[in-house]
């Protein structure tokens, strides 16, 4: 007997063929074809498919072969029009169906695809109403059904939940057992569960998981706590046992590094915050691993221990994927501070597989020209110490002047530990102000001619982020300050407080970020325009130009601020994880101030959305900001645009 499919559009053969138990050459057999009918229909209507018809047709091909073919209407999906939950008091409704994955149609179901029934789906749903309750001690709980039934005019689906919720428990005792090294004291602290409170399965897993990542930080990196749960049925109450197995203390044994056709073995290395004899760290091979995928030199990165428990050794496999480090852009771009530009770009971010840095860029279009050469070396010599080159040139026309500028700069780094560094830097810059316009202010006219800044600064970093350009937890807080005066014609001092935090929520990631600037002539000696602060853009205030959240002159032309403060909150949402595609909701608040007005007051403030991907030659942000609070001659919103590192 041969077996086809006719009418199915959503489902392919081979898809539809894995649901039936009839296969080719098998004899003819009413029974048989009826029961795979049902088996058909279940398959639909357990992917949301409840009106879909199935006809089996029997053709006879020759006196000793025939073939069957299923007909097929698979209909539209029937969306749900209402869940039931039945049974619960503990628990409301509400809380019930946050749980669950399966929904009710709704306004929204266009974009999320949300409302259809899946079996699949609704079988994890029972398994998560489960965890739920013994989230909230019923142990006892029983989740029965599903329940459904189109309504009467078959337009839609109920479908119903039955909860027998029984009795809640609480902990009467928490003992341990097979600990040697510890004592019940040090890891009843890292359990939280206590005596009286209500047991959740939740805390108890959290607590295991506290548990082996406590002993396996020190050494004891086979060791496993697995709970004992005794209830007591008439009393309402567990004790819970914990049974430890220390497994001996292990050191590092050889690590192998296998992937990296380009970059040097002494590149990953280093990177290590495990030796070969040292005594076995999962906390200190967690963050090995996110220094390495933070070189951003390769597409993958994986460490994989592997014991020998009879020589209390742990060998660790690194395994590496290259991806491209260095490319070349030409071509056009926008952005919205020079409007439309043209640009090249040539970037090697591991010269020569050394983890050497080298990029020549230039720009040129619109309102500015800029050329760039810069080189960074992150370990100067073999040492953990950073240097960093940079020359550059840049001319750029602002309303009421332009601007010239030739530089130089040179900086020295040092990491004290995992999250710790410091640096000091020196920058020599020539800057000619020309063409003012002659009804400019007379702050602008002060500015007139070259000036030379010769400066240092020093700076001290603490960058715990997961991930550098596209972080999720952990923060970056770094404080900058500037002395300008060694030689040169400019007299300042200026500071600059930043701070960033990133909160993973499940799948999603709150941001909050925070700066504070401060900058003042020195020795009777004004700040000049170039060294204020310029509050509206992509990386201060989304949804203000250049400027315009800080001071004015009498002709309404910007002229920045000596002081700074800025907040900015974002809620990021992964929108297609296969090309780390994000989307991000955000509210900025901020202004810079002149040296007579009040810090903190009159502040700014605009919300918008945006997205943002992580591409192969880097960070590309796209978002609109909203003016909440629009002044005179200002646009009600702005389009924002950039190519590099997300702040």
């Known amino acids: 007997m041969k077996v086809g499919f006719q009418g199915n559009r959503e489902y392919d053969d081979d898809k539809l063929r894995e649901q039936i138990t009839i296969t080719s050459g098998a004899i003819e057999d009413a029974t048989l074809i009826r029961d795979n009918v049902l088996r058909l229909r279940a398959f639909y209507e357990g992917e949301g498919y409840w009106l879909a018809g199935i006809v089996p047709v029997v053709k006879k091909i020759t006196e000793n072969e025939v073939s069957l073919t299923f007909l097929i209407k698979e209909g539209e999906k029937v969306k749900i029009k209402e869940i039931r939950i039945e049974g619960n008091q503990a628990l409301s409704d509400r809380e019930i169906k946050k749980v669950m994955k399966t929904k009710s149609w709704g306004l929204l ?3 999320t695809s949300a409302g259809y029934y899946k079996e699949s789906e609704m079988k994890a749903d029972i398994e998560r109403i489960r965890n739920l309750y013994y989230d909230n001690g019923y142990l006892n709980v029983v989740v029965s059904g599903p329940e459904t039934k189109l309504t009467p005019d078959r337009t839609g689906m109920i479908v119903s939940l039955r909860i027998s919720e029984g009795p809640q428990y609480r902990v009467s005792s928490v003992s341990f057992v097979g600990n040697k090294t510890y004592d019940e004291k040090t890891l009843k602290g890292l359990l939280p569960l206590r005596k009286g409170e209500v047991f959740s399965r939740k805390k108890l897993t959290e607590g295991i998981r506290k548990i082996t990542d406590f002993y396996s930080e020190k050494g004891y990196a086979l060791a496993s706590a697995e709970p004992d749960i005794v209830p007591d ?10 049974n430890i197995d220390e497994g001996g203390i292990f050191r590092v044994g050889r690590i192998e590094i296998s992937g990296n056709s380009r970059t040097k073995d002494k590149v990953i290395r280093r990177e290590m915050r495990l030796d070969e004899g040292d005594i076995f760290n999962s906390k200190l091979l967690r963050r090995s691993y996110e220094r390495i995928n ?6 993958t990165v994986e460490l994989v221990p592997k014991p020998e428990v009879e020589k209390k050794v742990i060998d660790i496999d690194i395994k590496v994927k290259e991806k491209a480090t260095g ?7 926008y952005s919205t501070v020079d409007r439309l530009v043209a640009m090249i770009d040539l970037t090697q971010g591991n010269l020569f597989g050394t983890g050497r840095y080298i990029k020549l860029k230039g720009e040129f279009g619109g309102r500015s020209t800029f050329y760039e050469i810069s080189y960074k070396d992150p370990w100067f010599l073999d040492r953990p110490v950073s240097m960093t080159l940079s020359a550059y040139n840049t001319e750029r026309d602002y309303i009421g002047y332009n601007k010239k500028a030739t530089g130089a700069s040179v900086g020295f780094g040092k990491r004290f530990n995992d999250y710790w560094s410091s640096s000091l830097g020196y920058r020599y810059e020539q800057v000619t102000i020309f063409d003012v316009l002659e009804d400019a202010s007379n702050i602008i006219k002060e500015q007139i001619g070259t000036n030379i800044t010769s400066s240092i600064t020093p700076a001290v970093v603490r960058d715990s982020r997961d991930n550098y350009l596209d972080p999720s937890s952990g923060s970056r807080n770094s404080l900058f300050v500037t002395y300008s005066g060694l030689g040169g014609d400019n007299y300042f001092v200026k500071g600059l407080l930043d701070s960033k935090w990133f909160f993973p929520v499940g799948k999603t990631t709150v941001s909050l970020r925070g700066r504070v600037g401060y900058a003042s002539g020195l020795f009777d000696r ?6 204020r602060f310029y509050v509206g853009g992509m990386y201060t205030i989304r949804g203000l130009d250049f400027g315009e959240g800080g001071p004015r002159d009498e002709n309404g032309d910007v002229i920045g601020g000596t002081k700074e403060l800025l907040f900015n909150a974002e809620y990021i949402v992964p929108l297609l994880d296969e090309i780390r595609l994000k989307g991000v909701v955000f509210f900025d608040l901020g202004r810079a101030y002149g040296s ?4 903190g007051s009159d502040l700014r403030y605009t919300t918008g959305a945006g997205i943002r991907w992580v591409s192969p030659i880097g960070p590309i942000r796209i ?3 909203y003016n909440i609070d629009r002044r005179d001659d200002e646009s009600s919103g702005r389009i924002e645009f950039a190519f590099g590192s997300f702040f």
Do not use: C, D, Q
């Open 109 to 111: 179901s266009f974009i």
């Open 233 to 242: 049925e008439k009393a309402h109450k567990v004790s819970i046992i914990m």
């Open 294 to 299: 933070n070189l951003n030199f390769f597409e």
């Open 327 to 333: 490319f070349l852009s030409i071509g056009g771009g």
């Open 526 to 531: 004004k700040l000049p325009l170039y060294e």
């Open 596 to 599: 007579s007005e009040t810090f």
């Open 623 to 625: 978002e609109y900001g």
